[in-house]
């Protein structure tokens, strides 16, 4: 059977990506950013997983106003980076695992989650950026990925409860793949941040910290966070982090705190990040 061992969270804030790929992160600026991930870095060595489903959005990259799913899954064998203008992120390839995201598309689709699939889609920062932060500059990324993309870009983004059921609805059907696997859910995005119109900049420290305590422990108290909220409190992208529950959702009743890490700021953007393991 597979089993989800373990959830992480982290923003995306490209131009880290950008420090990894010039050799940058240990400078005055990024140093205290990159530092924070050193132990997660390490952890996943010692607990690498076979597969990481990886929720994240598209930045119009491989989407644009022609075509946009509010929750989609990769059904592919491999991804290759996008090019967000500037050309690809010199990073490896992301190899997929279509077995268990057909059958991850089965049980969601029959549990009533209408889920787009996709076989072909070219990954942005969204997902290459927090690989990079876990794994450096491998050769090869140490585990297969599936991509699961989460409209948060063009009104209206899912509500935080439904992307909780969605994570419970994930749990359900990685418990119910016969083969053994190790399976880690990571959720992407955030923290506070608006990147345009007159709060751009906007960053919320206290907002931000309360959020990542109530994705400890046992409240589900997070799923019912308003659209508003997010919005009012950590700008317009803030609502990145309804991707979070998503991963928190697949963890089930209750977590415990691996490993906790918050920096301001970071481009635009708080950077936030969590490593989270059931314990129920
Ligand atoms: C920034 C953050 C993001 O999450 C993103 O997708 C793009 C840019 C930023 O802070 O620069
Ligand atoms: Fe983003």
Same mark, same amino acid.
């Given at each position: ?94 190899? #997929?695992?279509? !077995?268990? @995201?057909?059958? =991850?598309?089965?049980?969601?689709? /029959?549990? +009533?989650?209408?889920?787009?699939? &996709? ?97 400890? #422990?046992?409240? !589900?108290? @997070?799923?019912? =966070?308003?659209?508003?909220?997010? /919005?009012? +409190?950590?700008?317009?992208?803030? &609502? ?41």
């Amino acid at each position: 059977m597979a089993r989800i061992t373990a959830g992480v969270a982290t923003s995306h804030v490209p131009l880290l990506g950008v420090a990894v790929d010039q050799g940058k992160t240990g400078d005055e600026y990024f140093g205290p950013i990159f530092a924070g991930y050193k132990w997660t870095k390490a952890w996943e060595k010692e607990n690498a997983p076979d597969v990481v489903i990886l929720v994240f959005n598209d930045h119009a990259s491989a989407f644009d106003m022609k075509i946009i799913p509010t929750f989609a899954i990769g059904c592919g064998d491999k991804y290759k980076p996008a090019d967000e203008g500037w050309g690809p992120r010199p990073v490896p390839e992301v190899e #997929g695992h279509p !077995d268990l @995201a057909w059958h =991850i598309a089965q049980s969601l689709i /029959l549990d +009533e989650f209408d889920m787009t699939i &996709i076989n072909e889609m070219d990954v942005d920062h969204g997902l290459t950026v927090p690989l990079s932060m876990m794994f450096g500059t491998p050769e090869a990324w140490p585990v297969k990925v599936i991509p699961l993309a989460v409209n948060v870009v063009t009104y209206p983004p899912p509500s935080g409860n439904r992307c909780w059921a969605l994570g419970e609805a994930i749990a359900c059907a990685v418990e119910s793949f016969p083969d053994n696997l190790n399976v880690q859910i990571w959720g992407t995005g955030g923290m506070s941040h608006q990147l345009q119109g007159p709060r751009a900049g906007l960053l919320n420290r206290e907002w931000d910290n309360k959020f990542l305590d109530m994705l400890i #422990g046992d409240s !589900d108290a @997070a799923r019912f =966070i308003p659209h508003i909220e997010f /919005l009012r +409190e950590t700008g317009s992208e803030g &609502i990145e982090m309804v991707m979070w529950l998503i991963m928190r959702g697949a963890l089930g009743k209750a977590t415990k705190c691996l490993h906790r890490h918050y920096h301001i700021p970071c481009s635009n953007t708080a950077i936030g990040h969590l490593v989270l393991e059931p314990t129920s």
